[in-house]
């Protein structure tokens, strides 16, 4: 099962010539691709519109959605709080949230957000960082 951050499902709707998608359902390689609701947070909440948000929302909605019991937010909490000791800032307590998600649930996360390698390197994230930057989606 792979989790999609928000990193790429932003890329992906802003993306009008679908060249991002494309590169991401490669990626997938067909497997099952499920979501959690810290990111379906963050593509909503950068949302245009209303109808933009309408879309997004089906759209999210579609895909099974992975549980958080009570006590991740104090594992993602402590996650935080190794980094910085560390070292290493996120920028997102999100993004810590996310990974330990994705390590409870034994879930590979794709993302493009540099966050997730500092966590890979204190914890047995299982991640691939598809950097979308580089293809010029909109000509």
Not at 7 to 21: E, F, M, N, Q, V
Not at 73 to 76: C, D, M, R, S
Not at 80 to 97: A, E, Q
Not at 110 to 115: E, I, P, S, T, Y
């Given at each position: 099962m792979i989790v999609i951050d928000s990193?790429?499902?932003?890329?992906?709707?802003?993306?009008?010539?679908?060249?991002?998608?494309n590169q991401v359902a490669t990626r997938l390689g067909g497997e099952a691709v499920a979501m959690l609701h810290p990111i379906s947070m963050e593509v909503l909440q950068g949302t245009r519109d209303e109808t933009e948000?309408?879309?997004?929302?089906?759209?999210?909605?579609?895909?099974?959605c992975l549980n958080l019991p009570s006590d991740a937010?104090?594992?993602?909490a402590r996650l935080?709080?190794?980094?910085?000791?560390?070292?290493?800032?996120?920028?997102?307590?999100?993004?810590?949230?996310i990974a330990v998600s994705c390590l409870r649930e034994d879930c590979t996360l794709?993302?493009?957000?540099?966050?997730f390698e500092a966590i890979a390197a204190v914890r047995p994230l299982k991640h691939i960082r598809l950097d979308?930057?580089?293809?010029?989606p909109n000509p």
């Open positions: 990193s790429l499902w932003i890329a992906i709707y802003r993306d009008l010539s679908g060249k991002i998608g948000w309408s879309k997004l929302a089906r759209e999210i909605n579609k895909l099974p937010w104090e594992e993602a935080f709080f190794d980094l910085r000791r560390g070292g290493s800032t996120i920028r997102s307590s999100i993004d810590c949230l794709l993302h493009n957000d540099r966050d979308v930057t580089k293809a010029s």
